[in-house]
């Protein structure tokens, strides 16, 4: 259980478009406040509100994912379902971090951004055995490797409002380069790619996400590429494969039903469409590791993919695609169907 409260103060009038919000409350369980407090403010325009260049100050105590090829900068990912065994591993991080970001194009569709600060990250302790609804296990947490390190962050965003997930149809993506120095001391280099097709209720999306961890004479659990499941070959286990080398791409065809395609309610009560969707997906996914990434994996007891591996999955979404079931197995292997799950928008 986390309590808590959250609000956005907006400066207005004193100062258009700067802003300061944030969140702070209680984890029960562990006993631990966490929160985030952000600040905002544009600069360099005719008028505030309108400058494309944006400053930030953050300040946190998080409980991170881990997991792979999420947003970089803005804070810390969301916590997946409670109420269910959970998809994501954590790290329990404290950061202070200053950023600028400059938008780019008439449309404000692309920006790089910047963002400096110090970090640090310690394994949290997991309190919770059982998920709260259903009789699942919650997995173990994965290793993390503890440490306070200075951390730099550069990034180049384009196509900004194409997701994969969202309806928005167009080419985007990403180039980040992130930087630790001190007690963990890592190069991580990403690039992501996502594509989006609608031809009236078929669509077609994709997505190719690589990346490279670099430096250093040791190579951070947190750090390393995890691929299996939910991230990225749903019939395969959940991150049953790891490096610190990988490549996750990923097609999506689907198909919305002609059925329960407006919202529901009537007046002020409304609720948004059911919109079942049929999709197939194809996936295919490879991790390695250098040396230093070799011995890391070793004491870990974790494992490379030993090539490319494949998966094939069909699933039922409905809610916009924020709940899906369905099957997948290997293709690149004889192996079972696994019925696979998914609460939220997952490529």
Same mark, same amino acid.
């Given at each position: 259980?986390?309590?808590?409260?959250?609000?956005?103060?907006q400066?207005?009038d004193?100062?258009?478009?700067?802003?300061?919000?944030?969140?702070?409350?209680?984890?029960?369980?562990?006993?631990?406040?966490?929160g $985030?407090?952000?600040?905002?403010?544009p600069?360099?325009?005719?008028a505030?509100?309108?400058s494309r260049?944006l400053?930030?100050?953050?300040?946190?105590?998080?409980?991170?994912?881990?997991?792979?090829f999420?947003? &970089?900068?803005?804070g810390?990912?969301?916590?997946?379902?409670?109420?269910?065994?959970d998809?994501?591993d954590?790290?329990?991080?404290?950061?202070?971090?200053?950023g600028?970001?400059?938008?780019l194009?008439s449309?404000?569709?692309?920006?790089?951004?910047?963002?400096?600060?110090a970090?640090?990250?310690?394994l949290?302790?997991q309190h919770?055995?059982?998920?709260?609804?259903?009789?699942?296990?919650?997995?173990?947490?994965?290793?993390?490797?503890?440490?306070?390190?200075?951390?730099?962050?550069?990034?180049?965003?384009?196509?900004r409002?194409?997701t994969?997930?969202?309806?928005?149809?167009?080419?985007?993506?990403?180039?980040?380069?992130?930087?630790g120095?001190g007690?963990?001391?890592?190069t991580?280099?990403?690039?992501?790619?996502?594509?989006?097709?609608?031809?009236?209720p078929?669509?077609?999306?994709?997505?190719?996400?690589g990346?490279?961890?670099?430096?250093?004479?040791?190579?951070p659990?947190?750090?390393?590429f995890?691929?299996?499941?939910?991230?990225?070959? &749903?019939?395969?286990?959940?991150?049953?494969?790891?490096?610190?080398?990988a490549?996750v791409?990923?097609?999506?065809?689907?198909?919305?039903?002609?059925?329960?395609a407006?919202?529901?309610?009537?007046?002020?009560?409304?609720?948004?469409?059911?919109?079942?969707t049929?999709?197939?997906?194809?996936?295919?996914?490879?991790?390695?590791?250098?040396?230093?990434?070799?011995r890391a994996?070793?004491?870990?007891d974790?494992? $490379?993919?030993?090539?490319?591996?494949?998966t094939v999955?069909?699933?039922?979404?409905?809610?916009?695609?924020?709940?899906?079931?369905?099957v997948?197995?290997?293709?690149d292997?004889?192996?079972?169907?696994?019925?696979?799950?998914?609460f939220g928008?997952?490529?």
């Amino acid at each position: 259980l986390y309590t808590g409260v959250a609000g956005v103060l907006q400066l207005r009038d004193a100062r258009p478009g700067a802003l300061v919000r944030g969140v702070a409350g209680w984890a029960w369980s562990e006993g631990t406040a966490r929160g $985030t407090l952000e600040g905002a403010l544009p600069f360099g325009g005719a008028a505030p509100d309108r400058s494309r260049w944006l400053a930030t100050a953050r300040v946190e105590r998080a409980l991170a994912s881990t997991n792979d090829f999420e947003a &970089p900068l803005g804070g810390s990912a969301g916590a997946g379902g409670g109420g269910f065994a959970d998809d994501h591993d954590y790290v329990d991080r404290r950061a202070a971090a200053v950023g600028l970001t400059r938008e780019l194009g008439s449309a404000r569709t692309a920006a790089w951004r910047v963002e400096l600060g110090a970090t640090s990250d310690r394994l949290p302790v997991q309190h919770l055995q059982r998920a709260l609804l259903g009789t699942a296990r919650m997995r173990p947490l994965r290793p993390v490797d503890e440490g306070t390190y200075g951390r730099a962050v550069a990034a180049l965003d384009f196509g900004r409002q194409v997701t994969g997930d969202g309806m928005t149809a167009g080419l985007g993506g990403m180039a980040i380069v992130e930087q630790g120095l001190g007690a963990l001391d890592f190069t991580r280099a990403e690039l992501r790619l996502r594509l989006r097709r609608q031809r009236g209720p078929l669509a077609l999306a994709a997505r190719l996400d690589g990346g490279a961890l670099l430096g250093g004479a040791a190579r951070p659990a947190q750090q390393l590429f995890e691929v299996g499941g939910v991230q990225g070959l &749903p019939g395969y286990a959940y991150k049953e494969f790891a490096g610190d080398r990988a490549v996750v791409g990923r097609a999506l065809g689907l198909w919305t039903l002609p059925v329960l395609a407006r919202p529901l309610g009537r007046g002020r009560l409304t609720f948004p469409p059911i919109a079942p969707t049929l999709s197939a997906g194809l996936y295919a996914g490879w991790t390695d590791a250098g040396p230093v990434g070799r011995r890391a994996l070793d004491a870990l007891d974790w494992r $490379t993919t030993g090539g490319v591996r494949s998966t094939v999955d069909l699933r039922l979404r409905i809610l916009g695609g924020a709940v899906s079931a369905g099957v997948a197995r290997p293709l690149d292997r004889d192996g079972r169907w696994r019925v696979v799950t998914a609460f939220g928008g997952q490529l």
